[in-house]
């Protein structure tokens, strides 16, 4: 892992309480698609986001869950607002894409977890990578789920991927599963043997995903998650 000192490109919300920031280092950073880095904020305070480019980009982008309720992100966009640069520490992270696995692919995001998924999606088009993966992405409505047209248009454009939107609130005239996200991926995939599961979200997320899907057959080494070293 590298500290390394970037310069903070750009910082714009992508919806009422998301960030996209995008950090420039000094030459470009080499990662696996779905690792992630630390924001330095103090020698004892170093916070960890999910690297939402793909390996190969000049520039690092990340997506931030920030708000006045949410205090500990909002931190570091101050910090970012403040400053013309910041220091990570990068790469780190074990639940990167396989790209090696036969097995079908299911990446779930919850809320801004989509930033893991993106950088694994957007890696494997790069790649032509064409196993059959599906994406699932949970929000509580349309107006939270800030990449909706880019991933539909990842379905369109790509036969291998299908994007499953799954919504608590799904408004008229919006194309998505109703429910709760892991609930929806259960009763789609009733034998989890053989699939490959990556999954971001909160922490109690990942805990329920994990005792959820091994029940249906997932073996645990087939479920990859970065939480799972905490929990």
Not at 186 to 210: C, N, Q, T, W
Request: net charge negative; hydrophobic share 40%; charged share 20%.
């Amino acid at each position: 892992m590298q500290t390394i000192e970037c310069k903070v490109k750009s910082i714009k919300p992508l919806n009422d309480f998301v960030f996209q920031v995008l950090l420039t280092p000094p030459q470009p950073l080499e990662f696996n698609a779905g690792q992630y880095l630390s924001v330095v904020m103090a020698e004892d305070d170093k916070r960890p986001f999910s690297i939402a480019s793909a390996p190969g980009n000049t520039d690092i982008e990340l997506h931030i869950g920030a708000s006045a309720a949410e205090s500990y992100p909002m931190q570091v966009i101050e910090r970012m607002q403040q400053h013309d640069s910041i220091t990570i520490e990068a790469p780190a992270g074990n639940a990167h894409i396989r790209h090696d696995s036969n097995h079908t692919r299911i990446l779930v995001a919850g809320g801004t977890g989509f930033s893991y998924v993106k950088s694994m999606t957007e890696d494997s088009i790069a790649k032509n990578n064409l196993q059959p993966t599906i994406v699932y992405w949970g929000c509580k409505n349309i107006e939270a789920m800030y990449y909706y047209e880019q991933a539909q248009a990842w379905q369109a454009n790509n036969p291998w991927l299908t994007f499953v939107p799954v919504m608590e609130e799904v408004a008229e005239g919006v194309s998505a599963e109703q429910g709760l996200l892991l609930d929806v991926i259960a009763e789609k995939h009733p034998d989890m043997s053989k699939l490959d599961v990556y999954i971001a979200g909160r922490f109690e997320m990942s805990a329920a995903a994990r005792d959820k899907f091994t029940a249906q057959g997932l073996p645990v080494e087939q479920l990859y998650g970065d939480a799972f070293a905490f929990i």
